[in-house]
C-alpha cells in the first residue's frame, strides 16, 4: 500500500512518520536502536524497540497525562472534560484496576452471536454509503449496537461520526469556542445511551465508541487497501506517549518531572494495542468486528492508492468516498 501524503523531499521523524509515504524504512532503524534516547525531531525521550516499550508501558512511574495536567486546560470545567477525566484510557488513579475489571467483565457479557449480529448489520448499512463511510462507521457503529443505541440508516450512522468528530477536533491544539461546545454538545447526546452496560460505566462507553473512531478507520482502511486481514498488518496507531510523575532514572538517563516519553509500537505487532495496566481491554472485540466487516465492504479496485490524513501517531488512509 502506498500513502503519498508527504512529499519525497519531507523528512522523516517520529512525528510524521505515521502519515509518511513509506515510513517502514525508518521505522526498522528506529526500532533498531535500544534502549532510551533523546529524539532531537520531536523534543522529546524516545524509545523504540520491543523489550523497552513494553517495559516503559508497565513501568508504574510513567503515566499516561503530564502530573500537572490530568485534563486537557482547553476542557476543564466542560461537559466533554468530565467524561474525559474519567476514562481508564487518561488515568491512572487507584481506582483504575477495579473499573477496569469491571469493564472487562461487562464486555466479556457479548456473546459471540451478538457481536456478530451487529457488526454485520452496521457494516452492511455502513458499506452502503461507499469506502469511505465504511471505513469510519463500521466499527464506531457496531459497538453502538451492542451498547443500545440504534442507528438504523445512514443519516444516523452519519450523525454518530459527526458527534465522534468534534471530539477529534477538541483535542485538537487551537481548538476554537465553537468546536468545544460542539464536542459538549456530543457528550450530552451520546450521554442518553439505552445500554446494556452498569449505569456506573457511563463514561466508559462513550470510551468504547471513541476509541473505535479513529484506531478503527486505521485499522479498516489500512487492511482494505492492503486486501489482508486486520491482523496481517501494522497496527494503525504508530506511538503512544507517557510522562514522568516525578523525577525518573530510566534505562541511564534521568527525566524530569513532566518529561514525555515518545513510544514506538510498530515495533511488535502485539503492542498496537497497548501492554501493561493500559493495554485495550476491546482488542479482541476490535478484530472480531473488523474481520467482519471486511467481509461487507465495497468492492476494492485492483489498484489503488491513497494519502493518509496528517495526524501525527495514527496511519488513517482517506478513502475515496
Known sequence: MSCPHATTHTPIHSLNAAHHADPWAFYRTACARPGLHFDTASAQWMAADAATVRALLAHPGLGVRPPDEPVPRALLGRPFGAVYARWLRMRDDAGHAAEKAALNAALARWTDAQIRRHAEAASRLAASGGPRHWQWASLPCSIAGLLGLALPDLAAQRRLLRQLASWAAAFKPGATPAELDAADAAVAELGQLDAQLDAQLDAQQLALLWQGYEAGAGLLGNAWLAGTAPDGQPPPVHHTRRFA????????????????????????????????RHQCPGRELAMQIASIALRHAPARPPQLAAACLPLPNVRIPELSL
Request: hydrophobic fraction near 55%; charge should be neutral.
Open 245 to 276: 510523575q516525578a523525577e525518573l532514572r530510566l534505562a541511564g538517563a534521568t527525566l524530569a518531572r513532566g518529561a514525555c516519553v515518545l513510544l514506538l509500537l510498530v515495533a511488535e505487532p502485539a503492542l498496537g494495542f497497548g501492554h501493561g
